[in-house]
């Protein structure tokens, strides 16, 4: 089974879904390269919104594969893999189309970074999500915490990320970090929410994002996200994080 699928629909929806429900839609080296291939996909001006969202019901995404990144032990081996996830979420973010993370269950950790890297979350009502990597003695490694920062009050973004647990959609929606709760079919409620978006022409969609992929470069967002990976590789290597992640797998 391929861990991803693209579809790219008739109206000019990419739909990038993460296949690996068996694993919480855990992501691996693979699904970071059909990220890569959705994100070149959605150059073509067929495509007016990309949307990333997971397979079933249970999880949106439970961030990076412990099973396939656990055995990076030094602050060097993080990084090699925390720059190319990061690399991806700077992709997403500059992306310059109205981008929405669909979460079709829980997300946690690198999830939510990758969930924060969209303009726009929506979720169904039932879901949690939460940046859970203090859990593990780590911080956000994929610059989801500098994105964060520029989506989120200060307040409530330091919130998410320092209480390090799950929130419900009601507190997700007062924080800002949910647009929008739905029930029942996700594509269906995706389309209602984009329904307005969609009747305008891509190059006008494409100009107002701009406007923030302008403010975020003018202000250094990468340089931040370099300095984020940096500090949780840092973090990584430490004897603190791999036990707790032995002791996930172990469980
Ligand atoms: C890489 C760094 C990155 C970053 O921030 O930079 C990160 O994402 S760090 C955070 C990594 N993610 C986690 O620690 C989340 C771990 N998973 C969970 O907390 C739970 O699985 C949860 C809440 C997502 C879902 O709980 P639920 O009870 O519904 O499922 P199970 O825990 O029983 O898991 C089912 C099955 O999936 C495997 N699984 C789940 N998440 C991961 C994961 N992230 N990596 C690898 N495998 C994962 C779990 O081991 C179970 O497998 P099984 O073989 O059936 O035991």
């Given at each position: ?7 790219i ?8 879904t993460i296949?690996?429900p068996e694993?919480r839609n ?5 699904v ?6 959705a994100l070149?996909l959605?150059a073509?001006?067929?495509v007016?919104m990309?949307?990333v969202t ?17 055995h990076?032990k030094t ?8 720059n190319?996830m990061s ?5 997403l ?9 669909l979460?079709?269950?829980?997300a946690?950790?690198?999830?939510c ?8 979350r ?5 879901v949690k999500?939460?940046?859970i990597q203090?859990?593990l ?9 500098t994105i964060?920062?520029?989506k989120?009050?200060?307040?409530d973004a330091?919130?998410?990320l320092?209480e390090?647990r799950?929130?419900d959609?009601v507190d997700?929606m007062?924080?800002g970090?949910?647009?929008s ?7 269906e409620?995706?389309?209602k ?12 969609l494409k ?7 302008n403010?975020w ?16 590789s840092?973090?990584?290597q430490?004897?603190a994080h791999?036990?707790?992640?032995a002791?996930?797998l172990n469980?």
């Open positions: 089974m391929k861990p991803y699928t693209i579809e629909h008739n109206d000019g929806l990419l739909v990038f296949n690996r694993k855990a992501i691996n080296y693979e970071m390269a059909g990220l890569e291939e070149l959605a073509d001006d067929q007016k990309f949307v997971g397979a079933h019901d249970q999880a949106f995404c439970s961030g990076g594969d412990l099973s396939s990144f656990h990076l602050e060097e081996e993080a990084y090699t893999m925390l190319r690399n991806l979420l700077v992709s973010l500059f992306l310059p189309k109205p981008t929405v993370a979460l079709n269950g829980t946690v950790g690198g999830g970074e990758l969930a924060s890297s969209c303009d726009f929506i979720a169904r009502t039932d999500a939460g940046f203090g859990t003695n780590i911080t956000t490694g994929w610059g989801g915490g964060l920062s520029e989120l009050l200060p307040a330091m919130k998410m320092m390090a799950l929130f959609t997700l007062e924080m970090f949910l647009q709760t739905f029930s029942g079919d996700p594509i409620n995706c389309r929410f984009l329904n307005r978006m969609l009747v305008l022409e891509v190059e006008v100009a107002y994002k701009q406007l923030y992929i403010k470069k003018y202000t250094g967002v990468q340089e931040r996200i370099e300095q984020e990976v940096r500090n949780c840092v973090l990584w430490g004897e791999h036990r707790q992640v002791k996930f469980k």
